[in-house]
């Protein structure tokens, strides 16, 4: 991953997701890490994409959410900070600087 970019709103985040889901087929790559040192993610996930969305909560500011056959991502604002780097995109917890969340579309 190069050339990371800083964005202070999930909107920029979310379009660079919607575009990388029309441009591929589908199948998302999402790596959770948490307190690893050893760059192990502790949560992996390959899968097909049922729905991708981008709410407005008045508690939680914007929300996206991902949804997979398995499982459901969300991500708020409130919680995250996000980044774009080439074809992924990063969410890093706000509370706790060891936690962060790599997604891929391959």
Same mark, same amino acid.
């Given at each position: 991953?190069?050339?990371?970019?800083?964005?202070?709103?999930? %909107?920029? @985040?979310? &379009?660079?997701?919607?575009q990388l889901s029309?441009? #591929?087929?589908?199948? /998302?790559?999402?790596?959770?890490?948490?307190?690893?040192?050893?760059?192990?993610?502790?949560?992996?996930?390959?899968?097909? %994409?049922? @729905?991708? &969305?981008?709410?407005?909560?008045?508690?939680?500011? #914007?929300?996206?959410? /991902?949804?997979?056959?398995?499982?459901?991502?969300?991500?708020?604002?409130?919680?995250?900070?996000?980044?774009?780097?080439?074809?992924?995109?990063?969410?890093?917890?706000?509370?706790?600087?060891?936690?962060?969340?790599?997604?891929?579309?391959?």
């Amino acid at each position: 991953m190069s050339n990371i970019a800083t964005f202070s709103a999930f %909107v920029p @985040s979310y &379009r660079k997701l919607q575009q990388l889901s029309y441009n #591929k087929v589908l199948n /998302i790559f999402i790596q959770y890490f948490h307190h690893d040192d050893q760059s192990e993610p502790f949560l992996y996930l390959e899968g097909e %994409v049922n @729905s991708l &969305r981008l709410e407005e909560v008045e508690e939680q500011g #914007k929300i996206i959410s /991902i949804t997979t056959p398995e499982s459901m991502f969300t991500f708020s604002e409130r919680n995250y900070l996000t980044n774009i780097s080439g074809d992924a995109v990063v969410f890093s917890s706000k509370n706790d600087n060891e936690t962060y969340c790599i997604i891929e579309f391959i």
